[in-house]
């Protein structure tokens, strides 16, 4: 397996010390790491330069740096996806609307910021303006509209809940989240992962290492956007399961990268 592109190293150091849950990590092993996904010692470090000039990341020690504080809310959102399914309710038919609609569009940079946001929250907009999802996700709605704040949403932007949304948009709004869609990457994901898995001890410790980031990447990202569907819409066991696999995944793939962490860093030393 193979990735059509080599990684940014700003993204490897960052989703590196994120998955080593605040754990210090040299400077030798992000850039060995770096290197491994197809960069330049030099376009590594330079990240890392640029990482700590704007708090993404911080010196703890010589050498040594972890997620600097402008990068733990993020971080902290982006970790609830090894929550699983304790993130949702049952659902009572009820919605989360999110109105943007006051709001101007003409900044791209916080247009950007506002689109993720709502991604992360699994919320879709139903028409201009207007953003829903199904209000099954276990915080309260304070909690979530302190969350879509901290993710940088305009705090103008009205988020409020109702069980009021007329037949024709709730027949409409399943649609929005393509469940069958979501279910058939759910199937590959896992037929992917079990594969790899049963299959990995074929190859050396870096090909080992390289195929696991890029594998682990693209599953956790996939749980980080999901948007939480209720059973209704969905098959939850089968996102469950998706999740299950993702985390005994991640735990190997950390393990495969620990065995690999001190020949790297003897590398690049001598």
Request: glycine content about 6%; proline content about 4%; hydrophobic content about 45%.
């Amino acid at each position: 397996m193979q990735s059509d592109k080599n990684a940014r190293p700003k993204d490897v150091i960052l989703k590196i010390l994120l998955a080593t849950e605040g754990r210090a990590q040299t400077s030798q092993t992000l850039v060995s790491a770096c290197a491994l996904l197809g960069a330049t010692d030099n376009s590594a470090r330079t990240a890392l330069t640029r990482l700590r000039e704007a708090g993404l990341v911080e010196a703890i020690g010589r050498g040594e740096y972890r997620l600097g504080q402008a990068a733990r809310p993020l971080a902290a959102d982006v970790a609830r996806w090894r929550s699983g399914e304790a993130r949702v309710r049952a659902w009572a038919g009820g919605w989360i609307v999110v109105h943007t609609g006051a709001l101007a569009r003409s900044d791209r940079a916080a247009l950007r910021v506002r689109e993720r946001a709502l991604n992360l929250l699994g919320l879709r907009e139903l028409e201009p303006g207007l953003a829903i999802r199904p209000d099954n996700l276990a915080d309260d709605l304070s909690a979530i509209r302190r969350r879509l704040y901290g993710l940088g949403l305009d705090p103008a932007a009205a988020v409020f809940s109702t069980d009021n949304l007329d037949d024709a948009r709730v027949a409409a709004a399943p649609q929005l989240w393509t469940p069958r869609r979501l279910e058939a990457r759910y199937r590959e994901q896992i037929d992917r992962l079990q594969t790899w898995s049963a299959t990995r001890h074929r190859l050396d410790h870096d090909q080992a290492a390289r195929e696991s980031y890029w594998l682990g990447d693209r599953a956790i990202r996939e749980l980080v956007f999901d948007p939480l569907l209720p059973g209704a819409m969905i098959d939850t066991q089968l996102r469950s399961d998706f999740t299950d696999l993702a985390l005994r995944f991640d735990r190997l793939g950390q393990t495969i990268w620990q065995l690999r962490a001190p020949h790297a860093d003897a590398a690049i030393a001598s």
